[in-house]
């Protein structure tokens, strides 16, 4: 089993900055791809970005390109999602997921191709 625990969530101005962490309970980067995705109240999950196992291939929803930025440490078993230019509608409860796969380059972007997913971390931001 993989345990995923995201972490760093929390309440800024519009413009500002967060960094999200998501620590596996195991060397889950190994043939795992990973994502984060968000849901703010009334609304489906959502895409936010991914990255492939081997690391090299990273995906990223239109909303958040040139703001988000996922990255992985496989010395820690955590992926980041850093996020900066913070807006309101960037409001919502942040996931982490993982997904076992054969492909080290293949990106993940649909949320019901992941099994694995963390409990999720609050993103507020003020206007």
């Known amino acids: 089993q993989v345990q995923l625990v995201e972490s760093g969530g929390g309440t800024v101005q519009a413009g500002g900055s967060l960094k999200l962490s998501c620590a596996a309970s195991?060397?889950?980067?190994?043939?795992?791809?990973m994502g984060w995705f968000r849901q703010a109240p009334g609304k489906e999950r959502e895409f936010v970005a991914a990255?492939?196992?081997?690391?090299?291939?990273?995906d990223y929803a239109d909303s958040v390109k040139g703001r988000f930025t996922i990255s992985g440490d496989n010395a820690k078993n955590t992926v980041y999602l850093q996020m900066n230019g913070l807006k309101p509608e960037d409001t919502a409860v942040y996931y982490c997921?993982?997904?076992?796969?054969?492909?080290?380059?293949?990106?993940?972007?649909?949320?019901?191709?992941?099994?694995?997913w963390g409990q999720g971390t609050q993103v507020t931001v003020s206007s």
């Open positions: 195991r060397r889950t980067f190994s043939n795992f791809a």
């Open positions: 997921a993982a997904e076992r796969v054969s492909n080290p380059l293949v990106k993940l972007t649909t949320p019901g191709l992941y099994d694995y």
């Open positions: 990255i492939s196992w081997s690391g090299s291939n990273t």
